[in-house]
């Protein structure tokens, strides 16, 4: 954030009537509104939900949140819009999930300092498609230049690496994903899944350097009760907090 200057965005019925929408405001360090509230989606036809901003150290942001039937199929997906550091919009609304098949909800976003981000949610029936017994949520995630393009790693191509799974464990709802990145752009994921005896995770190294990445889901179950279960740092009764950790070039076992 630039001089300590924030962005607050909500959901608040639209304008027109037509159901809900996403709105921001920008303030400085001391709290004082820098300018009026801003409308952040273009589409205003359909309800648009929860959510998420991030900025960078200039004071540039991203915004995300889950769009009801905005990509021509009844269900939610993820959409986001960049805006600099005047809260100028860089760019219309753009999808962010590549699978638009079911419902994509709950989405969150983090930001480097040189402007490249990560967006992260859940998906309905994605991780584990090919069994009809098991439909429930993954954590899937992509990441983005400073521009809004999608990252490539030159290291293994040069296609984009579009969306990708974040969980190791598929069995049951992977939910409410957050996620958070360092100045360098390694950023770790977490998210609620169910909490059973036989899961066994590998607590990964907040200090690792590029290239070193947990070898699975990492349960971080606490006996604490707070939160409502939506909030990103929540930590509910009877669910398990998992995260992965990802180096700057998205690498994650098992999911690139």
């Given at each position: 954030?630039?001089?300590?200057?924030?962005?607050?965005?909500?959901?608040?019925?639209?304008?027109?009537?037509?159901?809900?929408?996403?709105?921001?405001?920008?303030?400085?360090?001391?709290?004082?509104?820098?300018a009026?509230?801003f409308h952040?989606?273009?589409l205003?036809?359909?309800?648009?939900i929860?959510?998420?901003v991030?900025?960078?150290?200039?004071?540039?942001?991203?915004?995300t949140?889950?769009?009801?039937?905005?990509?021509?199929n009844?269900?939610?997906?993820i959409y986001?819009?960049?805006?600099?550091?005047?809260g100028?919009a860089?760019?219309?609304?753009?999808l962010?999930?590549q699978?638009?098949?079911?419902?994509?909800?709950?989405?969150?976003v983090?930001m480097s300092?040189?402007?490249?981000?990560?967006?992260?949610?859940?998906s309905?029936?994605?991780?584990y498609?090919h069994?009809e017994?098991?439909?429930?949520?993954?954590?899937?995630?992509?990441?983005?230049?400073?521009?809004?393009?999608?990252?490539?790693?030159?290291r293994?191509?040069?296609?984009?690496?579009?969306e990708?799974?974040?969980?190791?464990?598929i069995?049951?709802?992977q939910?409410?994903?957050?996620?958070?990145?360092?100045?360098?752009?390694?950023?770790?994921?977490?998210w609620?899944?169910?909490?059973?005896p036989?899961?066994?995770?590998?607590?990964?190294d907040?200090s690792a350097?590029?290239?070193?990445?947990?070898?699975?889901?990492?349960?971080?179950?606490t006996?604490?009760?707070?939160?409502?279960?939506?909030?990103?740092t929540?930590?509910v009764?009877?669910?398990?907090?998992?995260?992965?950790?990802?180096?700057?070039?998205?690498?994650?076992?098992?999911r690139?």
């Amino acid at each position: 954030m630039r001089a300590g200057n924030f962005v607050v965005t909500w959901m608040g019925e639209e304008y027109n009537g037509a159901g809900w929408g996403i709105y921001g405001r920008r303030f400085n360090s001391a709290g004082s509104a820098l300018a009026s509230e801003f409308h952040v989606n273009t589409l205003t036809s359909s309800d648009q939900i929860t959510p998420a901003v991030a900025m960078d150290t200039q004071g540039n942001f991203v915004v995300t949140w889950a769009s009801y039937v905005q990509s021509g199929n009844n269900v939610w997906d993820i959409y986001a819009r960049r805006f600099n550091s005047a809260g100028t919009a860089q760019g219309n609304d753009f999808l962010v999930n590549q699978t638009t098949t079911y419902n994509q909800i709950t989405p969150d976003v983090a930001m480097s300092t040189n402007k490249g981000f990560v967006i992260t949610w859940s998906s309905f029936n994605q991780d584990y498609p090919h069994d009809e017994d098991i439909r429930d949520y993954g954590v899937f995630a992509r990441m983005y230049n400073s521009n809004g393009s999608d990252y490539v790693d030159t290291r293994i191509g040069t296609s984009p690496v579009g969306e990708f799974q974040v969980n190791a464990d598929i069995l049951g709802d992977q939910m409410s994903p957050a996620v958070s990145m360092d100045a360098a752009g390694h950023y770790v994921v977490v998210w609620t899944g169910p909490n059973r005896p036989d899961t066994i995770g590998l607590l990964a190294d907040g200090s690792a350097p590029a290239g070193t990445d947990s070898t699975s889901s990492t349960s971080t179950t606490t006996t604490t009760t707070s939160g409502d279960g939506t909030d990103d740092t929540t930590t509910v009764s009877n669910q398990t907090e998992y995260g992965n950790w990802v180096n700057a070039s998205g690498e994650c076992p098992g999911r690139l």
